[in-house]
């Protein structure tokens, strides 16, 4: 088993870089909202989590280290949204 915190560590460090490929993937995409796009960027992480395989630890994918992870997890009471809308209402003069 492997020490939970060295491998959230690895495991931020790999979606980091994943990131970058799922963006460039997005731009080619239409959503019409928030929640649109965020039910594609859900669906297109897990399923390049399936298919990366572990740096360190071969045979075995992000998903499953995940999966395997979980139960030394703290709970998440809700979902994270972090997104927060500012309206600018600007003068003209």
């Known amino acids: 088993m492997w020490h939970p915190a060295g491998k959230r560590v ?5 979606c ?5 490929r799922v963006w460039i ?5 239409c959503f019409n909202s928030f929640a649109e796009l965020n039910v594609w960027l859900d669906e297109r992480c ?7 395989e572990h ?3 071969a045979g075995i994918t992000l ?3 995940l999966e395997q992870e979980q139960i030394a997890l703290m709970p998440m009471p809700t ?4 997104y927060i809308e500012i309206s600018n209402h600007s003068k003209v003069i």
């Open 10 to 14: 690895l495991l931020r460090r790999m």
């Open 46 to 52: 897990r399923t390049l989590w399936s298919e990366i």
């Open 63 to 65: 998903a499953e280290a």
């Open 25 to 29: 993937e997005a731009k080619t995409q």
């Open 55 to 57: 740096p360190n630890y």
């Open 79 to 82: 979902p994270f949204d972090g």
């Open 16 to 20: 980091f870089d994943s990131r970058r």
